[in-house]
Structures are given as C-alpha cells and as structure tokens.
C-alpha cells in the first residue's frame, strides 16, 4: 500500500463519518478496545444520514510531510526530495455526483484503502457535527499507519484536519498532515 493508499483509507473512513449522524456507542459490539471493519460496516449499515444527494466538491490539501531521506537508497534522493517538496501545499480538488441512493446507502468499501490492509479504529466517534476518529492500518508489504482525524460536518460541507505517521515503508518512517473540506455545490449535472 503506497502513501496515497494510506491516505485514501483516511479520508474514506473521513467521508463516513460525514455521511452517519450519531454517536457510535456501540462501535466496539464485542468490547475487546478496538473497533474493527466489520464492527465500522455494522455502524455504517444501522446510521442515519445526514448528507444531502447532489454534486459535492472535494479539496484534499498537503499541509506537511516529513520523513527521513536517509533511509532511501542515495539514487532515490534525488527524486523523492523533491517530489515530497512539491507535494507540501498541493491541493487536489474533484467533484462528485452523491445520489439519493447512495446518499441513503453509503458504499462499505468507503473504509479499504487497499485489499490487503487490515484497519482498526480506536477511536470513532461523530455526533452533533463533531468528528474524532483514529484508526490504525497494516498492509504486509507496505508497513503500518496510524491516522487521526478531528474536523466537523454538517449535511452540506464538512471541514477535517488529518494527522498520518507511516512506518516500515520502503521510503521509511513518514508523518503527513493533511486537511480536507468538503461542500455540497447543488444539483447533479443532468
């Protein structure tokens, strides 16, 4: 699983819980302290929702990202440098169509950012238009992260502050934070 991968599952498991209204008490059903993909899909399959259907705006902003060069092979930090240098303050914002249906059955893979990662939520909570989530990931080829998210929501936009640290990946330790905001535009485009 690649940074962007890693990244992905964040703000897909960000996008759900702009999508559920309420608390989750009952995240955690079989109590062990974490709460794991299934027990996230059990949540999302019982919630109500707060979002409404038509075209949504999307701007997932690069705050900061640090790591150590030194762990990379020398011809690598060359290229990698300056590819993480220009990638601080890069926003990258898309559009999308939510329909009634979807807005009334959000998709379970929102959470996966790969097939082969295994995440559990320590923390998941979102209510009154607050979210607080923290989730760790482990892929077998690609190292573990740990991704804490905290911003707000409300069925037209929603505004979140993501903090991801990576290790054991081929580029080595890594920390990102990353803001993402959302805002519903109006209707589809027929």
Same mark, same amino acid.
């Given at each position: 699983m690649t940074m962007t991968k890693f990244l992905g599952a964040g703000l897909l498991a960000s996008a759900f819980?702009?999508?559920?209204c309420g608390g989750a008490p009952d995240a955690d059903a079989d109590g062990d302290g974490t709460i794991s993909q299934k027990e996230a899909e059990a949540v999302l399959?019982? /919630?109500?929702l707060t979002i409404k259907p038509g075209e949504w705006?999307?701007?997932?902003?690069?705050?900061d990202i640090e790591f150590d060069a030194s762990q990379l092979p020398a011809e690598a930090r060359g290229m990698i440098g300056p590819m993480i240098d220009a990638m601080r303050g890069q926003k990258n914002t898309t559009k999308s169509c939510v329909t009634e249906e979807q807005a009334k059955e959000p998709a379970a893979e929102m959470? /996966?950012?790969?097939?082969a990662a295994d995440c559990e939520y320590e923390k998941f909570e979102f209510a009154g238009g607050s979210i607080d989530m923290a989730m760790s990931c482990t892929d077998p080829t690609s190292g573990?992260?740990?991704?804490?998210n905290k911003g707000t929501y409300d069925e037209d936009s929603y505004a979140m502050a993501m903090d991801i640290s990576m290790e054991g990946s081929e580029?080595?330790?890594m920390k990102i934070k990353a803001k993402s905001e959302g805002k519903r535009l109006g209707e589809c485009a027929k």
């Open positions: 819980a702009l999508a559920a399959a019982n /919630s109500d705006e999307n701007t997932v902003e690069f705050v959470f /996966s950012g790969s097939d573990t992260a740990k991704i804490i580029m080595g330790a």
